[in-house]
Structure formats: C-alpha cells, structure tokens
C-alpha cells in the first residue's frame, strides 16, 4: 500500500541520515503494523533502518524538509538528575525519590484504591472502542465511578496526534483530529483545559495514552519522549493533580509459533519504561511533581498468552493455534475476549483496584472471565507495589535496549541485519535521536500551545 510522505524530523537533517524505505501500511484499520519493514539491511541508520512511519495516517518515505521545529520536549539540560521514574501520583507534594545513579523507587505511593475516575483515552486501533465501552461495564458492575473521553487515531504514532502531518505544525492540529467518544475533530486541548464532555465542574484527572506499538522506531523518528512530555502537560493545564499512564501497546504475534513475540513483549516493557523514565526527568528538572507512569498491558497481555499456553485458564483450550485465536483476532488486534482482558488491566491500573468479580460484556466468553479478572488483577498489583519495577536511569535504558530490545525487536520482525545498527545506535549516549541520555544539551523544549 502506498502511502504519504512525512517529512524529516529536524534533527534528522544536522546527521544527515539517510532516511530509509519506508514500512508497509498496516493491515486492515491498523495499529502501526510493522512486519512489512524494509529497513536498511546494512545497519548503517542508527537503529538499521527507519522503524516507523508505518501509520496509516503518516506512512511513508521521509524526505528532507526544511522547516525549523522544535527537536524534542525535554528541558534545561542543567537541570537536576534526579528523578523517580515510575512514581505515579494524585499529590503534587510527592516526592521524587532516587537519583538516576540509582533506578530504585520506592514502592508507588500513588497505590491506594480509587472510587472516582475522569479518563481520557489518546491512541490508536489497539486503544479503541470497545476497550472504553468495557471499562464503563467493569466499573458499573463495580460499584466505582468512571467517565471518559478519548482521541482515536488508526495507527497514530503520538506525533500525529500532537503536531499532525508535519514537524512545523506549531499550531498543533493534530490535536483536533481523531475519533472521539461521541463524534470526531474534537478541540482536545480545549477539553482538556476546561471539559465540555464531563459533568459540570469535573476535571480530568487521569490520561492513558499510548505510541504506536513499534516503539523503538518512535522513539527515534517520532519524538515520543517530546511528544508525550507535551500531552501530558496539556492534561495537567486542566488538572494539576492529574497522572498519565503510558499504555504500552504491542507487536504482531505469530500465533502457531509466539514465542519470539513474547520474548520481545517482556524486553519491551524496560523501552516503554524507559519513556517515562527520560519523560520524568524532565518534569524533575522544571521542579514539578507530577510523573508519567508506565500501564503494562502488554506484558500482561504476555501473561495471559503464557498462562493460555500453559492450559491454566479455563475455556482456552486446543492447538497453540487454536489458543492464540480465542485471545488475537488477527495477528495484533484482540477478540471480544482479548479486549476485555486489557480492559481489566487498565482498569485495575486507573483505580488501583481489584476487577475480580466485574461483569461480563455481552459477546465475551463467560468462561475464561474469572480467571482472565484473577490474572489481570494480580499483574498489575505486583507490578505497581514492586519497587524494583520501572525505576531506570538512562545508563541502564541504554545498555538494556541495545543489549536485549534491540535483538527482540528485529527478530520479530524477521530482520536480523538491523540488530547491530540498533545496538549501536541506542549504546551510544551521544548518538542523535537517542533520547536516553541525562543532562541532554542537545534538547529544547516544544512550546505550549
């Protein structure tokens, strides 16, 4: 499928990198496939080729442009170093825990059981409708509040849905695009600031957003360490006691053969992380207390598949094909069955509560339900009260993308000669469109709108 151009981002020109084939579109209504990667097979790009531009909304062959944009949403780089990576939080008086010498927070102190809950959902195919629709019916059933509202753009890395189309867009229209609960185009800058689309005088108080799901690509060609700093700020103009999770989406899966996939599922979780980690930082150095937590539905889609593999969930049974077809649609999306279980997770990760005992969507097998709500809760309990979990320092998201991630991510694709591009490219702390690295001289921030 052919597919538009996008231009280079500006950081791009001062390397003078050669900008490589552009992806395949992603199949069907897309979440930013992939598998159909051409890359450089020499490895000579930094990452061995260019990983993305897969979106169906922004596809294709970068060329070199000439507009002067911004390159990144970090800030002052004699800022402080210090920062607690995963530390979510309602209280703008937390503290901010270790230095990055260290990458060990405490155990989240934003872990108690919420009753309330304002969402906006910002993503792509893989956050889409009926993953809002089965939040509602897991809350209803419940007993806990929850409203929403949400931004869908198919196959929409975070820079579509920010600048748009283009590097130079400062007017930020990709904010006023997407599908939203009701409707489409919504200003969601303006519903963030002052909701229209909540009940008077409600604020949103937590944003899930997520990249596309080949986030080693996006982090280099996309800005998403920028891009996500900037949405989030946006949700805490409107609520300054406002959390972010960043809803880590995943890759294509073989679905007679996954284990590659989950092997590259459980690395890529540390690179999600890692987002947040670098994203923090910069919050730490304007001297905020606010933080961007990482929402693991990946990984535990990963458990899932694991234990479905393992005969441990009740109405999953049969070939490993026949498994993975009661959880994927396809190769990436979810069955009805598959949705409801990323929407427990996400549930439980909004109200830090337990969805065992929610209700079962109409269209969803009763059987695996109980233990699909035990697995999820139990996930996401121990990933959000272990305090070994999350806490990076930019050092340590170096050595492990290009030590681990880098190998899993090209394997999966089935390209084997862009793993040593990547590795060397996310080693090097000084390489361009390496954002892992603190203080970062070479980073400015994007401007408010």
């Known amino acids: 499928m052919s597919s538009p151009t996008v231009p280079v981002h500006p950081r791009l020109r001062i390397l003078g990198l050669a900008v490589c084939t552009t992806l395949a579109a992603c199949p069907g209504d897309g979440a930013g496939d992939t598998t159909g990667s051409t890359g450089d097979p020499t490895g000579n790009a930094p990452t061995g080729g260019d990983p993305t531009g897969s979106s169906e909304a922004t596809v294709g062959s970068s060329t070199d442009d000439t507009t002067g944009a911004p390159t990144t949403g970090a800030v002052d780089p004699t800022g402080s170093t210090g920062v607690d990576p995963t530390a979510a939080t309602t209280d703008p008086g937390t503290s901010t825990g270790p230095d990055d010498t260290t990458g060990d927070p405490p155990v989240d102190p934003g872990w108690s059981e919420r009753q309330y809950a304002r969402v906006f959902i910002s993503g792509h195919s893989l956050t889409d409708n009926p993953l809002a629709d089965h939040m509602l019916e897991i809350a209803a059933g419940l007993g806990v509040d929850l409203d929403y509202n949400q931004q869908i753009g198919i196959g929409s890395p975070i820079r579509v849905r920010t600048l748009g189309g283009g590097w130079d867009n400062l007017d930020w229209p990709g904010y006023r695009t997407g599908k939203n609960r009701d409707g489409s185009d919504m200003d969601v800058i303006a519903e963030l600031a002052a909701p229209q689309t909540l009940g008077p005088g409600e604020l949103y108080d937590t944003l899930v957003i997520t990249e596309r799901h080949d986030v080693l690509g996006t982090i280099q060609w996309e800005d998403t360490t920028g891009l996500l700093r900037h949405y989030h700020d946006r949700l805490i103009d409107g609520n300054p006691a406002g959390q972010t999770l960043l809803y880590h989406s995943w890759l294509d899966i073989d679905k007679s053969a996954p284990e590659a996939w989950i092997t590259h599922e459980k690395n890529a979780l540390f690179a999600w992380e890692c987002v947040a980690a670098k994203v923090n930082h910069t919050l730490e150095a304007d ?9 693991p539905v990946g990984a535990a889609l990963v458990r899932l598949v694991e234990a479905a593999l393992a005969d441990e969930v009740a109405g999953i049974s049969g070939t490993v094909n026949q498994k993975m077809d009661l959880i994927f649609n396809d190769n990436v999306h979810l069955t009805p069955l598959g949705v409801y279980y990323a929407a427990l997770v996400t549930h439980a990760a909004v109200f830090r509560g337990s969805p065992v005992g929610a209700p079962v969507p109409q269209g969803v097998a009763a059987e695996p339900a109980g233990d699909l709500q035990q697995l999820a809760w139990e996930f996401v309990r121990d990933y959000y009260t272990d305090p070994e979990i999350g806490g990076h320092s930019m050092e340590e998201c170096r050595a492990f993308i290009s030590e681990q991630v880098c190998g899993s991510f090209w394997t999966l ?9 990547c590795t060397t490219h996310f080693a090097d702390a000084d390489a361009e469109g390496n954002p892992f690295r603190w203080p970062d ?5 994007w401007p408010a709108p």
Do not use: K, M, S
């Open 287 to 295: 001297g905020r207390p606010d933080r961007i937590t990482t929402l």
């Open 441 to 445: 001289p070479q980073l400015v921030p």
């Open 413 to 421: 694709l089935d390209q084997p000669g862009n793993i040593q591009g």
